[in-house]
């Protein structure tokens, strides 16, 4: 009786589902959140009569044999890649990315990560980090008597003084880019690392080789979709249920065997 053992895996991908499911409405309001997906691939098969065997001397083949699935098992969870809503804040160093790319941020072991969530800070020394305090790449300091910022859509900061009539340009905001998104590892707040799957980054101007631009004064939002969302929540949890009435059906049919022997 295989089918307990198979409809247990069915439960185990459903409940996977859930969890991702469960993860992506819980960050439904996170800024730069990028949706992900639960796929699945059958597991492997016993061949019990393999397609093409002679069945006979005359040489009659079997045209489609006999093969019994084990089950199903998790491929990948992956990003959905889609741009998010951009919801106006009016931040001087709020930062939206229209379109592909990733800020470039450095972590205190020194090693590089990369995120959307443009909410960015400034340190009581003026330099430019995230909401967690890593340095944005390349680092840029705001002097103490800067009245107001710029930031154009090709990331360059500009500073304006009292006394001054033209702005002081700062530095410049770069962006990242890879080759498979799908392959960056998350790391949580916000922040992704590159792994072998990802590529090496791509690291230019926003605007520039297929990047993005900014967009100050904006944050993207999640691109989760509640709708969906719920809908495959539902799926999930009647794909859960009928996989646990299998194994009642299969229970009660070794039930039945045990009496009648």
């Given amino acids: 009786m295989k089918a307990l053992q198979i409809a247990a895996t069915g439960m185990s991908a459903q409940q ?24 699945f691939a059958d597991l492997h098969y016993q061949q019990v009569a393999r397609p093409g065997t002679v069945s006979a ?18 491929a990948s969870v992956s990003l959905v890649l889609s741009q998010g809503a951009l919801a106006q804040t009016g931040g001087d160093l709020d930062v939206a990315i229209e379109g592909r790319g990733y800020i470039e941020v450095t972590l205190p072991s020194g090693a590089s990560a990369y995120t959307r969530d443009g909410a960015l800070k400034r340190t009581g ?10 340095t944005v790449v390349p680092g840029i300091t705001i002097p103490t008597d800067a009245t107001s910022l ?8 500009y500073a304006y003084f009292t006394d001054a009539v033209e702005p002081e340009l700062l530095g410049q905001i770069t962006l990242a ?17 590159e792994t072998p799957a990802s590529g090496a980054p791509l690291v230019g101007e926003p ?10 004064g904006y944050l993207e939002e999640s691109s989760v979709d509640a709708v969906r ?5 539902i799926k999930a949890q009647r794909g859960y249920e009928l996989n646990a009435k299998v194994i009642t ?5 070794l039930a039945a065997t045990v009496q009648v022997s």
């Fill in 16 to 39: 996977m589902r859930v969890d991702v499911i469960s993860n992506n409405m819980a960050n439904m309001s996170t800024t730069g959140y990028n949706a992900r997906r639960a796929d």
């Fill in 57 to 74: 001397q005359d040489g009659t083949m079997l045209p489609t044999g006999v093969q019994v699935g084990f089950g199903v098992r998790a």
């Fill in 125 to 134: 020394d003026g330099l430019i980090v995230t909401a967690d305090g890593h």
């Fill in 150 to 157: 710029s930031i154009n859509a090709a990331g360059e900061v």
């Fill in 177 to 193: 880019g890879f080759s498979n998104e799908k392959g960056l590892e998350a790391v949580g707040s916000n922040l992704f690392l």
């Fill in 207 to 216: 605007g520039v080789d297929g990047l993005g631009t900014l967009r100050q």
């Fill in 229 to 233: 969302e719920v809908t495959e929540l």
């Fill in 249 to 253: 059906a299969a229970d009660d049919m």
